[in-house]
């Protein structure tokens, strides 16, 4: 002890130390979430998960890593645990308002993870969306599934137009499907009714 003393004055030891476990907190931190995203990395390798749902996940864990880092950094500044509690709680209040508001796009968001987990159809399927038995609904070919819409070319004697469809409108509708290249074929000889 004496000799630590005699590299620093005393009133440096506090500061020093705090310091130290400041770099020690942010190290973790850091380590923890390269930890992490060499797990998510290998779990996509071994699960054929698609790119537009793990770059999410990655971000949104490294934040949580990273925001539990600081308030860990904060307390030891000396801010009070209620200080930051109170603060967190408001910021989840505003978020839980945010979220009622953009239900629609959440909705979409998880339909979309839902779509690519489960896979009820790929890109080259040939899909339509039921209506009514009566009235035909929105047929064509999936060219591309993003978090929000699928995008399907509509048959070539319907248009050819592109057409994007909400994700959330899969998990609502009754979904016809075709699978693979020979879906068109199969969509457009469609036999007639009371054939």
């Given at each position: 002890?004496?000799?630590?003393?005699?590299?620093?004055?005393?009133?440096?030891?506090g500061?020093f130390?705090?310091?130290?476990?400041?770099?020690?907190?942010?190290?973790?931190?850091y380590?923890?979430?390269?930890?992490?995203?060499?797990?998510?990395?290998?779990?996509s390798?071994?699960?054929?998960?698609?790119?537009?749902?793990?770059?999410?996940?990655?971000g949104?864990?490294?934040?949580?890593?990273?925001?539990?880092?600081?308030?860990?950094?904060?307390?030891?500044?000396?801010?009070?645990?209620?200080?930051?509690?109170?603060?967190?709680?408001?910021f989840?209040?505003?978020?839980?308002?945010?979220?009622?508001?953009?239900?629609?796009?959440?909705?979409?968001?998880?339909?979309?993870?839902?779509?690519?987990?489960?896979?009820?159809?790929?890109?080259?399927d040939?899909?339509?969306?039921?209506?009514?038995?009566?009235?035909p609904?929105?047929?064509?070919?999936?060219?591309?599934?993003?978090?929000?819409?699928?995008?399907?070319?509509?048959?070539?004697?319907?248009?050819?137009?592109l057409?994007?469809?909400p994700?959330?409108?899969?998990?609502?509708?009754?979904?016809?499907?075709?699978?693979?290249?020979?879906?068109?074929?199969?969509?457009?000889?469609?036999?007639?009714?009371?054939?």
């Amino acid at each position: 002890m004496e000799s630590m003393q005699g590299l620093l004055p005393v009133e440096w030891i506090g500061p020093f130390w705090m310091g130290l476990q400041i770099l020690l907190i942010l190290v973790a931190a850091y380590l923890l979430q390269r930890l992490v995203a060499r797990c998510l990395t290998r779990l996509s390798e071994r699960y054929p998960l698609p790119p537009e749902l793990m770059v999410p996940l990655r971000g949104g864990l490294r934040w949580l890593i990273m925001g539990s880092a600081l308030i860990f950094v904060l307390e030891r500044l000396g801010v009070s645990a209620t200080v930051l509690w109170t603060a967190l709680s408001g910021f989840v209040a505003v978020a839980a308002v945010a979220f009622f508001a953009m239900w629609s796009v959440l909705s979409n968001l998880l339909c979309a993870v839902l779509i690519f987990t489960v896979g009820p159809f790929r890109i080259g399927d040939v899909v339509e969306l039921v209506e009514t038995l009566d009235k035909p609904g929105v047929k064509g070919r999936v060219t591309a599934i993003n978090l929000l819409f699928t995008t399907l070319v509509e048959l070539p004697e319907a248009g050819g137009a592109l057409v994007q469809v909400p994700n959330s409108q899969f998990f609502q509708k009754s979904v016809r499907r075709w699978r693979g290249s020979d879906g068109l074929a199969v969509v457009s000889e469609s036999p007639k009714p009371g054939a």
